[in-house]
Nanobody, 122 residues
Framework: QVQLVESGGGLVQAGGSLRLSCAASGRSFSWYTMGWFRQAPGKEREFVAAISGTGVSTYYADSVKGRFTISRDNAKNTVYLQMNSLKPEDTAVYYC???????????????WGQGTQVTVSS
């Protein structure tokens, strides 16, 4: 069973930046598309960004396009989410997950981390 561990969350003012990391245990990390999702209180988990196994292809939700950048280091079994120009509406628990299927729907992911809290103050 693979283990995913997110880190890097915190409290930041609007307009600030944070970099999230997600470290994966186990082998075959590069086989999987990795994704970031977020869940705010009272809301469903929503797609934020995903990156293909090779890192060649990236995908973003419209709400974060141009502000967030997803990347990965397969040698370190780690995926990152650089978040710039943060807004209060970005406040949520951020989760990373892995999938060999479609990247957009959380149901297609078979493993999740415990999440990291991101709070953006206005």
């Amino acid at each position: 069973q693979v283990q995913l561990v997110e880190s890097g969350g915190g409290l930041v003012q609007a307009g600030g930046s944070l970099r999230l990391s997600c470290a994966a245990s186990g082998r075959s990390f590069s086989w999987y598309t990795m994704g970031w999702f977020r869940q705010a209180p009272g809301k469903e988990r929503e797609f934020v960004a995903a990156i293909s196994g090779t890192g060649v292809s990236t995908y973003y939700a419209d709400s974060v396009k141009g502000r967030f950048t997803i990347s990965r280091d397969n040698a370190k079994n780690t995926v990152y989410l650089q978040m710039n120009s943060l807004k209060p509406e970005d406040t949520a628990v951020y989760y990373c997950g892995r999938t060999i299927g479609a990247y957009y729907y959380s149901r297609d992911y078979d493993n999740w981390g415990q999440g990291t809290q991101v709070t953006v103050s206005s």
